[in-house]
């Protein structure tokens, strides 16, 4: 379970501070895939960041089953995110100097993970293993941060736009693969878009504006990807 409480962060802003996290709780159990949307600047990358440890907040506390982050020391943090968790970014930051398959398999290596071969297929890179990063298109640069980000088996997966690079055929593949893995994995997603059609699959949307989450609804039967 993930449980977040009162949660502020702000920035000096000329003479006042703004608040991109303006006292925000939330509770996600296990298992769950949640949607954030908002408007531009209403938080949601800030909160996104400060939940996943990468940021620290102002104040209020951040608990993950066992796990208060704000009470890790850096080097506990820093196994935490290595061992429980994910990230995919809009940006794809693979290692330019290693080839697809190097590049997802850098994830796996941390967990011995075996299923490296059905990941690349299930993301749609099978063929394309020895290419290197500026051998590939954007969309399938794409893939291969999911494929990297997925190949780690994490508890808790983070997902900034992680579909805004590619099509709206490929988004649906690879929402399809997430969902089928996150079945069989029973990993914790938590994904900010600005795609409403997402949250049809979601079990749980939450809305930002402003640094608040103004809106939170639970799905208890989500749709298929569609
Ligand atoms: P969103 O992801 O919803 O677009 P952000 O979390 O990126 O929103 O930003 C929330 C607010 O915090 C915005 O007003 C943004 O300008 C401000 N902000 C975010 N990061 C910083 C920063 N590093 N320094 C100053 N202001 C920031
Ligand atoms: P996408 O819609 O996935 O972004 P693109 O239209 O950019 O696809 O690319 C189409 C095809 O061209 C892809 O199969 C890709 O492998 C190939 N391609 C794109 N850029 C490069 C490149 N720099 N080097 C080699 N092949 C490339």
Redesign the pocket.
Known sequence: MLKVENLI?S???GNEL????NSVSLTVEHGEFVVIL????????????VISGLESPDSGSILYDDYEIGKLQQKELTLFRRDKTAFIFQAYYLLPFLNVEANIKMGADLKGNQHIREIIDGVGLGGLEQRLPHELSGGQQQRASIARALAKKPDFLFC?EPTGALDEETSKQILTYLKKLQKQLKFTIIM?THNSSIAQIATKVIK?SS?RIVEVTNNAHPCDVS
Request: overall charge neutral; charged content about 15%; cysteine-free.
């Open positions: 962060k920035y000096q802003d703004l608040y991109a996290l908002g408007p531009s600047g209403s938080g949601k990358s800030t909160f996104l960041n900034d900010v930002m640094g």
